[in-house]
């Protein structure tokens, strides 16, 4: 009676581990199957390998070395606009943290020079308040809402694709306080592009 | 409009030679990346689809024409592109999502903190964490790949990006007093080579308040694109 309740109790014992063992097996296949964690689930072909997310089985790929910069872009166009010969390519090459002290005054010179009777914009930026910020070329994106670089409503809250980026930018360098100055020159008169976007990912259009 | 004042604008315009190189919002944006594997042509930041998600896209190569130009662009195996994150406003990234060509595929790395930041951060290396990857898409065979919340696409596309650049040199020559309306899209049937990753806004921590006067109250990211060539 003694052992039979020992191997009963043993049996229950060894069922319920092997239930404990198909759960988390089974927590790893549905819920997370990473590349890394130690097991072939998903749609691996290997342990951590092959499939359409993992690397090829029995490849090694080379990943190493020092990666230096070349290139940067926080907002639209910047560069572009405020830049100027002579330091266009060492703002390519500046981390932000370090570009308001380096490059503000010189966009705000470019600015005056682009437009001498710059009084304000219509967000009520100074001269020196609109190119503070922009010489900063990092793009805001909100954690939370709606994203618009400019919508008439969202103001700097990231960038979507069809967003009219340049008429913003010669809006706020031309336009005034008001946003009606020099009406010839706020707009260039193409507000959408010419392929329409996807609403689902990649979102960019299928090239020509 | 007066025209002594239309005069200063369009000298300040004339002079500004810098403006003559505007290819896109970035592209040839200076001489040194000029026509480089390195170029950036354009960076996006959005919500996704579905709002719990961010999306960033990065284009390259811009100005493919279709057919020959647009199939035999490619990424460069030794150019990493890199999206930088900094969620506590000190203008320093925290976090970076890299993406390097490697064979077919792109190969995708993070959001993970990176190795150099700061004023090291126009410094590099790559993360060691398993990346995922994508096999880079063409216009017939498109490849999207989804793992752990995250989407990877790499690939030619259209050039989302739109202006009427030829208009805008006019006035920069002072052939032209303004623009039209409506103006013509000089990007118009160009593609790009783009990369594109949706990921949960879960994997960030909370943006920082107070940056964005024209929305103080909502949480915002400095987010930006590098691309650094390996020596």
Do not use: H
Not at chain 1, 195 to 201: K, P, Q, V
Not at chain 2, 148 to 155: D, I, L, S
């Amino acid at each position: 009676m003694k052992s039979l309740k020992n191997i009963t109790l043993f049996a229950s014992l060894i069922i319920s581990l092997l239930f404990v063992q198909c759960k988390d097996e089974d927590d790893n296949v549905i819920i997370n199957a990473t590349c890394n964690d130690g097991i072939m689930n998903g749609q691996e072909t290997g342990i951590d390998c092959g499939g359409p997310t993992c690397l090829p089985c029995g490849e090694t790929l080379d990943f190493s070395g020092i990666y230096i910069q070349e290139d940067q872009i926080g907002r639209p166009g910047i560069n572009t606009l405020f830049g100027t010969a002579g330091f266009k390519d060492s703002f390519n090459v500046t981390v932000p943290s370090a570009m308001q002290a380096e490059f503000q005054t010189k966009f705000q010179a470019k600015l005056l020079f682009m437009n001498e009777l710059y009084t304000a914009n219509i967000l009520g930026q100074t001269a020196e308040e609109f190119t503070t910020l922009f010489s900063k070329d990092v793009l805001w994106l909100a954690q939370t809402g709606a994203t618009s670089y400019f919508n008439g409503t969202e103001i700097l809250t990231g960038r979507n694709l069809g967003d009219d980026v340049m008429d913003f930018s010669l809006l706020l360098i031309y336009g005034g306080p008001n946003g009606t100055e020099n009406p010839e020159l706020i707009s260039d008169g193409v507000s959408t592009n010419d392929a329409e976007f996807s609403s689902t990912f990649p979102y960019l259009a299928g090239p020509f | 409009m007066k025209k002594s004042k239309l005069f200063t604008i369009m000298g300040g315009l004339g002079l500004a030679t810098m403006s003559l190189f505007l290819m896109s919002s970035d592209q040839n944006d200076a001489p040194a990346v000029s026509g480089t594997t390195a170029d950036i042509v354009d960076f996006y930041a959005f919500e996704g689809a579905n709002s719990s998600n961010f999306v960033f896209a990065a284009t390259v190569q811009g100005l493919l024409t279709p057919g020959t130009p647009t199939e035999q662009a490619a990424f460069d195996e030794t150019i990493l592109i890199e999206f930088n994150i900094d969620y506590n406003n000190d203008l320093k990234e925290d976090l970076v999502i890299q993406a390097i060509k490697r064979g077919d595929s792109m190969y995708f790395f993070g959001p993970s903190a990176p190795a150099y930041s700061g004023s090291e951060g126009t410094k590099s290396t790559i993360a060691s964490s398993a990346p995922n990857s994508v096999k880079i898409s063409t216009a017939e065979d498109v490849q999207i790949a989804e793992n752990n919340g995250m989407k990877f696409f790499a690939g030619p596309r259209e050039d989302p990006f739109f202006f009427d650049f030829n208009r805008f040199n006019e006035i920069l020559a002072g052939t032209a007093t303004g623009f039209e309306n409506p103006g013509n899209d000089t990007y118009a049937g160009t593609n790009v080579l783009s990369v594109v990753v949706e990921f949960p806004k879960s994997m960030l921590p909370n943006g920082t308040t107070g940056v964005n006067p024209f929305a103080a109250g909502t949480p915002m990211y400095n987010v930006w694109l590098e691309t650094k060539r390996k020596q």
